[in-house]
């Protein structure tokens, strides 16, 4: 009797001391109260890599308390966070503001910068050319264009600001980048600058 009571204390006591282990080895950076089978696990890990989150119970912050409410001021922690992780992720892949005359915006690999077309080697080899904001009305379709330089090709274009309300196709010919703007199921206007990823001299 002592000896399967024996066996059992120790079968209990290795199960209490493996359990911690195989949940930090399946999350050693997440978590502790998110495990894989939580629907929502990958975004509450990628809110976690970014920032967005610190968690629950800090100065630990070892939790995330997935099951209660959003307060207020986390709340505002979170869109705070997001700002500036959009910021630092997005801002070198921007356009310039503006480039001085005679200018274009050029993208070195980093950021976009404004060059000299005529760098004698020193140009980037990729250019942006930005084209006319064009209004799309709710239950339409339009055409937003931009062209490259002389002696461009276009790469890439899209438009800014993209969203949810609208699709955008990208028809490419030559120095010219044809986004088509596909407001059709939209309910409001829509209003959009068009731009184009050049190359060449």
């Not at 309300?165 to 600058?193: H, I, Q, R, W």
Request: hydrophobic share 35%; charged share 20%; with cysteine.
């Amino acid at each position: 009797m002592r000896s399967s009571r024996r066996i059992w204390v120790i079968g209990v006591a290795l199960a209490v001391a493996l359990v911690p282990a195989l949940a930090f080895a399946s999350h050693p950076d997440g978590f502790e109260d998110v495990p894989d089978s939580n629907v929502f696990h990958d975004d509450i890990d990628w809110m976690q890599e970014t920032g967005v989150t610190k968690g629950c119970n800090p100065p630990e912050n070892t939790e995330y308390c997935p099951d209660r409410q959003l307060i207020r001021g986390e709340e505002a922690a979170f869109f705070h966070r997001y700002d500036g992780y959009l910021r630092g992720s997005l801002e070198p892949r921007l356009l310039p503001e503006e480039c001085a005359e005679g200018q274009v915006a050029a993208y070195d690999g980093t950021a976009w910068v404004c060059a000299d077309p005529s760098g004698g080697g020193t140009t980037p080899g990729l250019t942006a050319a930005v084209g006319d904001p064009v209004t799309v009305e709710p239950g339409a379709t339009g055409d937003a264009v931009a062209t490259c330089s002389t002696g461009q090709i276009a790469i890439a274009g899209s438009v800014n600001p993209l969203n949810d309300t609208f699709t955008v196709s990208t028809s490419l010919d030559g120095a010219t980048a044809t986004m088509t703007v596909d407001n059709t199921t939209g309910t409001e206007a829509v209003t959009v600058t068009p731009y184009a990823v050049c190359a060449g001299d």
